[in-house]
């Protein structure tokens, strides 16, 4: 509900899938849930139908998910609450249905530059290599995920439950798992650094700062 420019988190991703043909959506929460339900209604002044799922307390991103199994469909969208994105979620839930996957992960690319230097010695401890501050560069997970129901199966009910083990899990039940990689915007809204960063960018587009 933190608000990023003129509407809080949650709208823009309601938006967002919206403009990608999403009608039905799920929320699943615990702390101020009653809040979200207030503020967002049924969801008919967004275009979309909103169910809503309440557990008594946090599940964490797996269990939460795991908790709102009984309204969900055979295939579906699964978005965590604390990022806003903009790629092509079309083409990944077709990629997801070609691939007949049971789940597939949104992947950015992303670099990052490492504050210390990194050293390498061989086993006599004789120095072999030097990198100062390297830049590292890979593929991370945005927070969503196009999944099939049978996915569920790996989360446990009413335990918290991040989505890296439920992954673990299914991975190592030989499930047919993919990374769809992308270009477009994550907006990650994960701390007080990033939320303020956000909030800049969007005064920004809104013509509030020079």
């Not at 050293?119 to 997970?141: C, Q």
Request: net charge positive.
């Amino acid at each position: 509900m933190l608000p990023v420019g003129t509407k809080p988190i949650i709208e823009h991703i309601i938006e967002w899938l919206k403009r990608h043909g999403i009608e039905e959506v799920v929320v699943s929460s615990s702390y101020l849930s009653k809040m979200i339900q207030d503020y967002l209604s049924d969801g008919k002044s967004y275009g979309v139908r909103i169910k809503y799922v309440v557990t008594s307390k946090p599940l964490g991103t797996a269990g939460q998910l795991k908790a709102s199994e009984s309204k969900l469909n055979e295939r579906f969208v699964c978005v965590y609450g604390d990022a806003i994105l903009d790629f092509d979620l079309g083409k990944m839930v077709e990629f997801h249905i070609s691939k007949k996957a049971t789940a597939t992960i949104a992947l950015m690319q992303y670099s990052t530059e490492l504050k210390y230097g990194f050293i390498k010695t061989d086993r006599e401890g004789r120095l072999k290599e030097w990198k100062e501050k390297p830049v590292i560069t890979g593929y991370i997970n945005v927070g969503c995920y196009a999944m099939s129901r049978t996915f569920l199966k790996y989360i446990p009910e009413n335990v918290v439950y991040g989505m890296n083990k439920a992954f673990e899990e299914a991975m190592r039940s030989g499930e047919s798992l993919y990374g769809f990689k992308t270009k477009g915007e994550f907006i990650d809204i994960g701390d007080r650094k990033s939320y303020i960063k956000a909030n800049k960018l969007f005064s920004k587009r809104m013509g509030r700062l020079p």
